[in-house]
């Protein structure tokens, strides 16, 4: 039992990191004034509630609480994405479908870690490709979130 219970681990570090990470990435936004519809204190304030909310799955063990917490970090993620500016809306609409594949997978998986592994695996490489430089970068210059 313990292998498995490593492996559970694992996989559920997998995904609490790609949550944090996401937080970071999930950034700040305009003034206003282009589609968005939201203002940049609106978007930044969201954008601190996703990275806040991805704290909060640092060293939770239960996969209900993961689940409470990834599902309440994606909803925000879906709010950020009403208002995000212009410049990096592709790239928090592509994290939008991205994390709605986690959840998917754990919703799937009835939220079993060692299940949930490789669509963690999956999160967390797309969020280290680089792809979404733009929104951490717009994140730090714009709402002051490393």
Known sequence: MAPKRSVARRGLALVFAGALVLGGLVACGDDGDDAGGGSEEEYCALAAQVSEVGRQTVGAADPAEVERVLKEQYDLVQQAAAVAPEEIRSE?????????????AGDASDWDPVAMQPAAQDFQSALGSG?????STYAAEHCDIP
């Not at 928090?92 to 998917?104: E, F, N, Q, T």
């Open 92 to 104: 928090v609409d592509a994290l939008v479908a991205l994390y709605g594949d986690l959840i998917s």
């Open 131 to 135: 792809e979404y430089d733009a929104v």
